[in-house]
């Protein structure tokens, strides 16, 4: 009886510590497993912080406009254009940094303050800017500026950890899960942690990727710098990825202790049989 209730633990056991479908497959239906989101997406051009750098194209149909403001980039970029992953290769070193005091140093402008802006409210700025410095030089042609942020990156923690490049102004949960190798087959999709900085404060908020209605949520866009973090499961412990498994390690279990037991009998009756006690 005492066997018949070990077994029975070990193959419970076993059978708990399964990774099955429900625990991996995205875009399942909420239940009591699951939670439901509500609809909160919102997406919201990204604002620029401390510490970002931009790359700043000025284009003027006068050479020597463009290559003034544009003496780093060179005329090669264009016709090299920015990388898919949005680092712009060897041209990041001709990035512009934004200070602690929310600025950035542009040439013939000196500091011009974009922290808290938008590209779109820079690409204007500068603009504007540039033509009212310019139009008092003889044969003035006007300039049309291109901003974009440079080195925006999240960053993973877990068994995919390391620090990645965010390719789209607008990359999801789920392309950012592709970009890392999706999540690994022990790591917990039901309690993601994502840490994100905002107006100065940290926040941490949890999430259940696994879930269809994740697509209408605040969790659903990345931004820049956040850290997503993903625990692993208890599966993980006993190394069990399956009932398959769970079923073989039983049987072998069971098999090991039939071997063992029949073994144990034996020298016993050979024990007793040979040498009878008196």
Not at 119 to 134: H, I, P, S
């Amino acid at each position: 009886m005492k066997v018949n209730s070990l077994f029975l633990a070990i193959i419970a056991i076993a059978l708990a510590s399964c990774v099955t479908s429900k625990k991996v497959n995205y875009m399942q239906e909420p239940d009591r497993q699951i939670p439901s989101y509500a609809d909160t997406l919102t997406f919201e051009d990204y604002r620029l912080r401390t510490g970002d750098r931009l790359f700043i194209y000025v284009y003027s149909l006068d050479e020597k406009i463009t290559k003034m403001y544009n003496a780093g980039a060179g005329s090669n970029y264009q016709m090299r254009g920015r990388g898919s992953n949005n680092e712009y290769s060897s041209y990041d070193l001709y990035s512009y940094l934004v200070d602690d005091n929310g600025n950035i140093q542009f040439p013939t402008l000196g500091d011009v303050y974009v922290k808290d802006m938008t590209t779109r409210d820079v690409k204007l700025a500068l603009e504007d800017q540039l033509g009212k410095l310019l139009r008092e030089i003889p044969g003035y042609k006007l300039v049309s500026v291109e901003v974009n942020v440079v080195r925006r990156t999240f960053s993973i923690i877990g068994q995919q950890s390391g620090k990645y490049t965010i390719t789209k102004e607008k990359m999801t949960i789920f392309e950012a899960i592709a970009q890392a190798g999706d999540i690994a087959e022990f790591g917990d999709r039901s309690q993601i942690k994502l840490i994100r900085e905002r107006d100065g404060e940290t926040i941490i908020k949890t999430f259940d990727v696994r879930s269809k209605d994740i697509v209408n949520s605040e969790f659903y866009y990345i931004e820049p710098n956040d850290i997503l973090y993903i625990r692993q499961i208890k599966g993980r412990a006993f190394g069990i990825n399956s009932a398959g498994t769970a079923v073989s390690i039983v049987a072998s279990t069971i098999s090991f202790g039939v071997f063992v037991y029949t073994i144990v009998n034996t020298g016993i009756n050979h024990v007793q049989k040979h040498y009878p006690s008196k």
